[in-house]
């Protein structure tokens, strides 16, 4: 954010001007400070919130703990702020507007508190990245961290504080549409990824230029819920919560995140943005998380909803309480009958102060009451940047995950002459390649799969696409008003747009379908009770292969898919996920051989709708060796295991050597060596799994607790490395309820996947602790 020129201005009105009462000169010099390039300290900007705090009215503070979008109709936002009613605003992207309404609050509020902005950027902003679930199949949180980077340039470019990102929910259910904002099912994983991503929005400390707040979301459990459906309760045992949600969480805190989302949904039957134990015991007592807490949208006004508080004022004093801090809300919140409960003693003013305070530390931090206004003249460069679309291309090639390469299909060959049909609903579809939870893109420089593919073959070949069917959701997405859809064809175009298709297969050399789920059918609100191809792709797909054509699968969705039927009549079929804007282009990369997948599965992938929930890290039965014959009617293994991807060239990863001992003042080194047998350069993942085989509780067979994106020339060789100290065997007991380490001998395995063959031993030395 390049605001220095217009920091002398701001400092002059914040040390009083002339026209300035007394009192809000007296409040503006506790909290102004000279603009600085170095970090404002927990301890400054504490002690700069306290001077304020100590002036403000109680409605004054309460206003500070509104959030309001600013689509909200009817809303009179600058009167609002006016009247100090709101702290916050989200979705708005305009720099005029935001410096506009920044003004209000600056220089037309009795003790000139500026405004934070915040909007959803999620896997970009301007630039559109990989979906978060893609990000994490790259295996390469320094990827993720580059992203987060550039997208949160691009926000505070235009004025934006903060982001409602990452989401660190884990998810084990592909039914659930949200799975695709997460890094998964694995807590190792998916804090390997969040601790990234936070380090990418904030940079070296809160308020580092070019960047923003990171909110990690939705705490906790919010992708455990019944039958995979949206904002139904989750039930989850302390073990469960410890073990397995609450490791991405912790990672993102120790990296430093600002803020907290809470979830909207029940926890064990009390709402997450009234839970005390969740927020204040839980993240502030156990964590140690020093933000503030904001909730979902509408979330606290819910709790009246969900029968769990008696009013609006009543949600407003539990929420409090429990220690959500800020309250986003669509229109009017309960936090605007927070003075009334103060004033008539339901709320401790004590209370109220300390939310208060949390969020004037993040203003304070981030540098707002020294430069408040964002550079609009600047805005419009730092989109521009062709860099972050280099990037951007980058993090789509880590993230595609070779599924199926029989007989080597892939890559395809560039030959003269030939005749290339790109053929499906997202085949040539700007808007799908972007993937759901992107809303400022420029649709214009989105590179779809088929023109990706006719820009990398230019002239020597004939490309043509045809969608073949229509793509629709039963009901209508939440965001249809911000991403509207098309229209759904009549009967008479689809037969023709379908036959349309199949005879351009027929004139073709090489097919490449591109199949899978629009945007709309994954993420918020678009859970999905069928994992198969929705609509006629299937029909589309048959018919295509009755050409005799030969057939390459592209995949675009936010989930696993039901692919029986397919996956054993498809040769070749490279998963690209929701690519991003230079998503067609890394695609195209990927099919003609300039670059070579190497991303694995973040989750498991089931056969069937009927195995979910379905992970690696399960428990060991009492029936171990039929473990795959659970169902009579389909083997119980996945269709693809956690881990898993293909290449186009070879790796061996030699037999793991363990030195050294697991203790408390040591750790144990496993070594092994990797080579690219093939003849191809390429990127191998080395993944480490570790099982405990005796002890205080069942263990999970394998757990994820080291892995490396390792790239090699042909012939190449590396050692890789991984240190196990006694982090990566500690877990929460649930019979005493503590956190424990049992000594004794441990598996380990190195591979390419959860099915890693390569094993070796550890010890674990010492007491039970």
């Not at 002398?8 to 007394?22: D, K, Q, T």
């Not at 102060?353 to 206004?373: C, D, H, T, W």
């Amino acid at each position: 954010m390049r605001t220095h020129l217009l920091a002398g201005v701001c400092a002059a009105i914040l040390l009083g001007a002339a026209s300035a009462s007394a009192s809000a000169s007296t409040a503006a010099s506790a909290v102004a400070a000279p603009p600085s390039a170095t970090a404002i300290s927990e301890q400054e900007a504490g002690r700069r919130a306290d001077a304020l705090i100590a002036q403000m009215t109680i409605e004054e503070k309460a206003g500070q703990l509104s959030q309001q979008f600013m689509f909200a109709p009817n809303a009179n936002f600058e009167n609002q702020i006016r009247g100090g009613q709101i702290g916050s605003l989200l979705f708005v992207t305009d720099p005029a507007v935001i410096n506009r309404m920044q003004r209000i609050a600056v220089e037309e509020t009795r003790l000139k508190v500026p405004l934070l902005f915040g909007y959803d950027v999620i896997h970009g902003f301007r630039t559109i990245f990989p979906v978060p679930l893609a990000m994490a199949a790259s295996f390469d949180p320094a990827s993720a961290e580059r992203a987060q980077a550039v997208a949160a340039a691009e926000a505070r470019s235009v004025g934006i504080h903060w982001t409602f990102a990452p989401m660190l929910d884990i998810a084990r259910d592909p039914r659930w549409g949200r799975i695709v904002e997460g890094a998964g099912e694995d807590p190792y994983l998916g804090a390997a990824m969040g601790a990234a991503q936070v380090r990418g929005f904030q940079g070296s400390h809160l308020g580092a230029e070019g960047h923003i707040i990171a909110g990690p979301k939705h705490f906790l459990g919010y992708g455990a819920p019944d039958g995979g459906r949206d904002y139904d309760g989750v039930y989850l045992s302390d073990a469960e919560i410890y073990n397995t949600y609450l490791p991405p969480f912790r990672a993102a805190i120790q990296a430093g995140a600002g803020n907290v989302m809470s979830a909207y949904m029940d926890l064990n039957d009390i709402p997450a943005s009234g839970n005390s134990w969740l927020l204040n015991d839980l993240l502030r007592g156990e964590l140690g998380f020093q933000g503030w807490v904001v909730s979902d949208a509408n979330a606290v006004k819910s709790q009246e909803v969900q029968d769990f508080a008696a009013s609006r004022s009543d949600t407003a004093v539990r929420a409090v309480s429990a220690g959500n801090d800020m309250e986003m809300s669509i229109g009017r919140g309960a936090f605007a009958e927070l003075a009334a409960a103060v004033r008539d003693g339901r709320l401790s003013e004590a209370t109220l102060n300390q939310s208060v305070r949390r969020i004037l530390i993040a203003k304070i931090r981030m540098g707002l009451f020294e430069r408040p206004y964002v550079d609009e003249a600047d805005a419009a460069r730092v989109l521009a940047s062709p860099q972050h679309r280099q990037e951007a291309e980058h993090a789509a090639a880590q993230s595609l995950v070779l599924l199926r390469n029989e007989g080597g299909v892939l890559p395809l060959t560039a030959g003269a002459q030939q005749r290339v049909a790109v053929i499906g609903p997202l085949a040539d579809a700007p808007n799908d390649t972007l993937g759901p939870w992107a809303f400022k893109f420029d649709l214009e420089e989105t590179v779809s799969v088929f023109e990706g593919v006719r820009d990398r073959l230019g002239s020597r070949a004939t490309v043509e696409t045809a969608p073949g069917v229509d793509l629709q959701r039963r009901f209508a997405s939440p965001f249809a008003a911000i991403r509207p859809s098309a229209k759904p064809w009549e009967a008479g175009r689809a037969e023709a747009e379908f036959d349309r298709a199949v005879a351009m297969a027929r004139q073709a050399d090489v097919v490449i379908m591109a199949l899978g789920e629009s945007q709309e059918m994954s993420g918020e609100k678009a859970s999905r009770s069928d994992l198969t191809l929705p609509g006629d792709q299937r029909r589309l797909l048959d018919a295509i292969l009755q050409t005799g054509k030969p057939v390459v699968l592209v995949l675009q969705n936010g989930r696993p898919l039901d692919l029986t039927g397919i996956v054993d009549r498809v040769p070749a079929i490279l998963e690209a996920w929701y690519p991003g804007t230079r998503g067609g282009a890394a695609v195209a990369a990927a099919l003609f051989g300039d670059a070579n997948p190497g991303g694995k599965l973040p989750v498991t992938w089931p056969r069937s709708v009927g195995q979910v929930p379905i992970y690696y890290g399960h428990n060991t039965t009492q029936a171990p060796n039929d473990q795959d014959e659970r169902y009579w009617d389909e083997p119980s293994t996945p269709l693809y295991e956690f881990g898993y991807g293909l290449s186009y060239t070879s790796f061996d990863i030699s037999e793991p050597t363990v030195a050294g001992e697991v203790g408390p003042s040591s750790a144990a080194t496993v070594s092994v060596t990797v080579r690219n047998t093939g003849e191809r350069a390429g990127d191998e993942v080395v993944q480490l799994y570790v099982h405990q085989r005796s002890g205080r509780a069942s263990r999970p067979v394998r757990e994820l607790k080291g892995f490396e994106r390792v790239s090699l020339r042909p012939g190449e060789t590396r050692t890789v490395r991984f240190s196990l100290d006694e982090a990566a065997v500690r877990y929460w007991n649930a019979g005493t309820r503590s956190w424990v380490i049992d000594p004794g001998v441990f598996d380990v395995w190195v591979g390419s996947s959860s099915a890693a063959q390569g094993h070796a031993e550890f010890t674990v030395a010492g007491q039970p602790r």
